[in-house]
């Protein structure tokens, strides 16, 4: 079975930077698509970044030139790098991933029917002004 395991989060003052981490464990597939998604109480969830084994990577508008998505495929993890955060990016932060074939880091690991598949538990960023 597949788990993920985020870690990062925290609280930091606007203009800070916070890296989060997601371990993966469990998979040996050599086809994958991962990807950050965040979620604030009341309000949809966002996709945030994602990366995909075709080397596809996307970025949100709302956090392009300010996070970084990069993996290191030795340590089976996931990373988000966030510059110059802003209070609006206060938010749950999910790590997510899918195996089956036609996910993509452009639809967030995501297809018209159904999220990513795995999940990991979240990580809280706060970010005060």
């Known amino acids: 079975q597949v788990q993920l395991v985020e870690s990062g989060g925290g609280s930091v003052q606007s203009g800070g930077s916070l890296r989060l981490s997601c371990a993966a464990f469990?998979?040996?597939?050599?086809?994958?698509?991962m990807a950050w998604f965040r979620q604030v109480p009341g309000k949809e969830r966002e996709g945030v970044a994602g990366i995909d084994s075709d080397g596809r990577i996307s970025v949100a508008d709302s956090v392009e030139g300010r996070f970084t998505i990069s993996q290191d495929n030795a340590k089976n993890t996931l990373y988000l790098q966030m510059n110059s955060l802003k209070p609006e990016d206060t938010a749950m932060y999910y790590c997510?991933?899918?195996?089956?074939?036609?996910?993509?880091?452009?639809?967030?690991?995501?297809?018209?029917?159904?999220?990513?598949?795995?999940w990991g538990q979240g990580t809280q960023v706060t970010v005060s002004s």
């Open positions: 997510a991933a899918d195996f089956r074939r036609g996910m993509t880091a452009y639809d967030y690991c995501s297809d018209s029917f159904s999220p990513p598949s795995f």
């Open positions: 469990g998979y040996t597939y050599s086809t994958y698509c």
